[in-house]
């Protein structure tokens, strides 16, 4: 289920649009890039007690750990 509305990120040139959802009471987020890459979804995760961004499904970790930072930035405003 979407929560809220879509918003916007650029960053070096790129536009990012990025949509919250709730999956089993966890917020994950959506991104959606203007280049050829395909959309990516992230999730804010808990280990040893430290945050950090991952990728669902797991594999794309450094983008996941770039842009998760630029939402978190985000989100804070």
Do not use: C, Y
């Not at 916007?8 to 990012?16: F, T």
């Not at 808990?46 to 970790?61: K, Y």
């Amino acid at each position: 289920m979407q929560k809220g509305e879509a918003f916007k990120i650029e960053v070096n040139e790129l536009a990012l649009e990025v949509t919250s959802h709730i999956v089993n009471s966890s917020e994950i987020f959506r991104i959606v890039f203007s280049d050829t890459r395909p959309p990516l979804v992230v999730i804010e995760s808990l280990t040893n007690g430290r945050p950090f961004w991952t990728s669902v499904p797991q594999g794309r970790q450094k983008e996941a750990e770039f842009f998760g930072k630029l939402i978190e930035e985000k989100l804070k405003k």
